[in-house]
T-cell receptor, first 113, second 110 residues
Framework: EAQVTQNPRYLITVTGKKLTVTCSQN?????MSWYRQDPGLGLRQIYY???????DKGDVPEGYKVSRKEKRNFPLILESPSPNQTSLYFCASRLTGSNYEQYFGPGTRLTVT | GQSLEQPSEVTAVEGAIVQINCTYQ??????LSWYQQHDGGAPTFLSYNALDGLEETGRFSSFLSRSDSYGYLLLQELQMKDSASYFCAVSGGGANNLFFGTGTRLTVIP
């Protein structure tokens, strides 16, 4: 089944404790992206990657890191999480040059206390 | 920068037609997309318009007017399962970025 998977689905952590949210897709998509969703603010892009070893900042990259060492994986790293990073995070992928049909993962709900 | 405006809430009756509008401002424009998101779920792609005009996919249609920086999503023969949030998104400022509106919550009532 074609899908984007994320882990964990739910995470409660404390300020300053490094964490990684994994994202994997099995559709051989070149493009992958991370979004955060907050009430009243819609989906905001954090980082995206056009292909392996190619990443770029989105709209709200501060406090986040990403890496793209393999085509299928695009982990999101929070080196020192803060409470304002409490949010719902979505990973997405698509073919480069597609009609912008992005496939989203199920989401990761992160709470930073 | 980019900005999108869409109504925050819309209520419509089962079986009726509803139109969700989206106006946008973007530096460079590549296309307008629509996504549906049910409560607790992930966004799912509905449609994409790169050129002016109407695109139809079953009960859903999407329209774009680039000269007016405006588009809409039209949902016909509304069903209860259409109750969800609908987001417009523009590809602009670089074809690799996708900027989403804040979403329109559609409630379908019997």
């Amino acid at each position: 089944e074609a899908q984007v998977t994320q882990n964990p689905r739910y995470l409660i952590t404390v300020t300053g404790k490094k964490l990684t949210v994994t994202c994997s897709q099995n559709m051989n998509h070149e493009y992958m992206s991370w979004y955060r969703q907050d009430p009243g603010l819609g989906l905001r892009q954090i980082y995206y990657s056009m292909n392996v070893e190619v990443t770029d900042k989105g709209d709200v990259p501060e406090g986040y890191k990403v890496s793209r060492k393999e085509k299928r994986n695009f982990p999101l790293i929070l080196e020192s999480p803060s409470p304002n990073q409490t949010s719902l995070y979505f990973c997405a992928s698509r073919l480069t040059g597609s009609n912008y049909e992005q496939y989203f993962g199920p989401g990761t709900r992160l709470t930073v206390t | 920068g980019q900005s999108l405006e869409q109504p925050s809430e819309v209520t419509a009756v089962e079986g009726a037609i509803v139109q969700i509008n989206c106006t946008y401002q973007t530096s460079g424009f590549y296309g307008l997309s629509w996504y549906q998101q049910h409560d607790g779920g992930a966004p799912t792609f509905l449609s994409y318009n790169a050129l002016d005009g109407l695109e139809e996919t079953g009960r859903f249609s999407s329209f774009l007017s680039r000269s007016d920086s405006y588009g809409y999503l039209l949902l016909q023969e509304l069903q209860m399962k259409d109750s969800a949030s609908y987001f417009c998104a523009v590809s602009g400022g670089g074809a690799n970025n996708l900027f989403f509106g804040t979403g329109t919550r559609l409630t379908v009532i019997p």
